[in-house]
């Protein structure tokens, strides 16, 4: 009689199979898969302008010339703190996914999905990444991946893991306030980027103050490696900032988010011109963009594969949290924002907060207290309740006078310590001499949560 093996042991040796022809798979698949970064001749050191300086506890990074000056700057200005930080985010993703298998599962079917991605970036951002790979040198994770390959996917972080997880990777508030509701008539604008992919994003973030060759110069608030943009504003006034969002299917076709706001960030001169070209962009996955100019016109572009872009325009002072208003309302991605996270609470509270307002009153010190703000629309709630606007989680936040071009931005922890007061018409400009500098502006910490923690 035939003694078939026991299920534990079936399922044990169909382990060891997936395990054994594993690593043949994963050879393949990165002899297959490789970016071919485009040929470029990196400036020397000496001819390009740029600089880096920390200001009451803020990094500063200011990067002029083409795409290839730009690209190499940066990795040669910040290669420690790019190697540092990558460390840390790499020792975080092994925490979190303890095993090899399963990582290496992930990474191949993101190197396979996404093969073709850089077709999807604009030339420049592609030479702009191939300098800074030459020039980000030596790579400690250079067998790991390819440089110029792991920076494409670092740049393009939103779109490649929104596949592979249920909520929202960027959940944010941000608002709007018109002139007729500020002290002085200028268009302030306040956003918690909620971003929970790591300490170091909020520990280690950087300004970029970018000049670009036929562009509109801009700063950028991000952290050392990643010159896009998720919240920024340019030398015209121009703010925009990304949120996330769930609607329709990811796809492999479009441009990253990251690049595609720096596109409209760097060409546009006002709200209408920044839509125009959100609008016409093919996008990879679902987000909603937020952008406000210094007359006081404001946008919200929903966005999501296949789906031509939504816009709701208002010169009224408004807010946005990571949930759909327009025609992907009624996605079921988007019901199960609405139902699982605290998207409907944030807005609701940003709603009250914003109907408190006296007309002529707001200053950016007090859109700093709506963007502090820790209670709930439903009632009190604990310090670093998720249903508040400032929950505990902030990786940043800024509040910007578009009109004045200034820019407050937090230098952390989250959103609790002071904001430190960036003036873009001097920092923007070819002839600023960065050793001239006084020590800025800033605003002070939040004193509700000075010498307390989060539940």
Same mark, same amino acid.
């Given at each position: ?13 169909? @382990? ?5 022809? #594993? ?6 698949? @990165?002899?297959?898969?490789? #970016? ?9 050191? $000496? ?112 779109? *490649? ?18 002139? %007729? ?40 608030? $991000? ?13 015209? +006034?121009?703010?925009?900032?990304? =949120? ?12 990253? @988010? ?5 596109? $409209? ?57 990571? =949930? ?32 408190? *307002? ?13 963007? %502090? ?22 990786? =940043? ?34 002839? =600023? ?15 509700? @949560?000075? +010498?307390?923690?989060?539940?």
């Amino acid at each position: 009689m035939t003694r078939w093996p026991s299920r534990r042991a079936a399922r044990a040796a169909l @382990v060891l199979a997936v395990l054994a022809v #594993l690593p043949t798979c994963h050879a393949l698949v @990165v002899a297959s898969t490789g #970016l071919r970064p485009p040929s470029v001749a990196i400036p020397p050191d $000496a001819g390009v302008h740029a600089w880096t300086r920390v200001r009451a506890g803020l990094r500063l990074v200011y990067l002029e010339g083409s795409p290839e000056a730009i690209g190499a700057a940066h990795a040669r200005l910040l290669r420690e703190r790019m190697v540092a930080d990558e460390t840390e985010i790499q020792s975080e993703y092994e925490r979190h996914v303890p095993w090899w298998a399963v990582r290496t599962a992930i990474e191949d079917f993101s190197r396979v999905r996404y093969r073709h991605i850089a077709e999807g970036i604009p030339d420049a951002r592609r030479r702009e990444i191939a300098a800074e790979a030459l020039a980000f040198k030596p790579d400690p994770y250079a067998s790991h991946m390819p440089t110029y390959q792991r920076m494409v996917f670092l740049y393009s972080l939103y779109d *490649i893991a929104l596949p592979l997880e249920h909520s929202p990777l960027v959940g944010c508030t941000s608002f709007a306030l018109a002139p %007729r509701d500020t002290a002085d008539g200028h268009v302030l604008f306040g956003r918690a980027f909620d971003f929970e992919a790591g300490e170091v994003f909020d520990r280690d973030k950087a300004v970029f103050l970018v000049r670009e060759e036929g562009a509109v110069p801009f700063a950028s608030v $991000a952290w050392p490696g990643f010159v896009g943009v998720v919240t920024g504003m340019n030398a015209e +006034g121009v703010v925009m900032v990304v =949120h996330g969002a769930r609607g329709r299917r990811p796809v492999t076709d479009g441009i990253p @988010v990251a690049f595609s706001l720096r596109e $409209a960030l760097s060409h546009a001169h006002d709200t209408r011109e920044a839509v125009q070209v959100l609008a016409a962009q093919r996008v990879l996955v679902s987000h909603i963009v937020f952008v406000a100019d210094a007359s006081g016109h404001f946008a919200v572009v929903e966005r999501a594969p296949a789906e031509p872009a939504f816009v709701r325009e208002t010169e009224e002072s408004t807010a946005v949290t990571n =949930h759909f208003e327009g025609p992907l309302a009624s996605d079921p991605r988007n019901l199960r924002v609405r139902d699982t996270t605290t998207t409907l609470a944030r807005r609701a509270r940003a709603d009250e907060r914003l109907g408190e *307002i006296t007309p002529g009153s707001a200053t950016p010190a007090s859109a700093l207290a709506i963007l %502090r703000d820790h209670g709930c629309a439903a009632g009190p709630c604990a310090l670093g309740d998720r249903r508040a606007i400032d929950a505990l989680i902030a990786t =940043h936040g800024i509040i910007a006078d578009a009109t004045a071009k200034t820019l407050w931005v937090s230098a952390g922890p989250r959103l609790s310590g002071p904001f430190v007061r960036l003036d873009l018409h001097d920092l923007l400009s070819a002839k =600023h001499d960065p050793d001239s500098d006084r020590a800025p502006e800033t605003m002070p910490a939040d004193p509700t @949560v000075a +010498g307390r923690e989060a539940p």
